[in-house]
């Protein structure tokens, strides 16, 4: 019996979750769960479902460790080609990550350039995240949404396989 998409990617996120409590300090795997599943919400089954489940575990955690750190106001990207080797997981595409403040456009902005300069963009993964910094830029918190607490700031972190 065939599972549903939608079935098979909650099983899948699962596994990614149990990964977290695994390998990450307590500490660490909750907010770090809980931004998985940030990351992945909107990303359609289809795309993660025949992904190894180390792979998602390493996308997701890359992009969140990426984001621990960064002044606001100022983007912060970086683009690789993940490898077992080097990353602990791999992807058959170039990976950009982009940790900014949440504004209009940035998801075609950025697509609209790769494509300026020739480049197939393979997959977005976008979650808004609610955030709060130290003074140093330090993440110290996520939250699930923003509320009435005006220090808390919208990022926009972006996973793009080119």
């Not at 990964?19 to 307590?26: E, I, P």
Request: aromatic share 8%; with cysteine.
């Amino acid at each position: 019996m065939d599972m549903r998409l939608s079935d098979r990617k909650a099983e899948m996120l699962d596994k990614v979750a149990t990964m977290m409590r695994d390998r990450l300090s307590a500490a660490k795997a909750e907010p770090a769960e809980r931004f998985m599943r940030t990351f992945y919400a909107n990303v359609a089954p289809d795309d993660i479902i025949d992904e190894e489940v180390e792979n998602l575990f390493g996308a997701c955690l890359s992009l969140w460790s990426f984001a621990q750190e960064r002044t606001p106001g100022e983007p912060k990207f970086r683009a690789f080609n993940p490898s077992y080797e080097a990353t602990g997981w791999k992807s058959v595409h170039t990976v950009v990550e982009i940790v900014n403040d949440d504004m209009p456009f940035l998801v075609d902005s950025v697509t609209a350039e790769l494509n300026r300069r020739d480049l197939t963009v393979h997959l977005v993964i976008h979650p808004i995240a609610f955030v709060k910094r130290g003074a140093a830029g330090k993440l110290g918190e996520l939250r699930d949404n923003r509320s009435d607490d005006d220090t808390i700031a919208r990022e926009s972190m972006m996973h793009v396989e080119i």
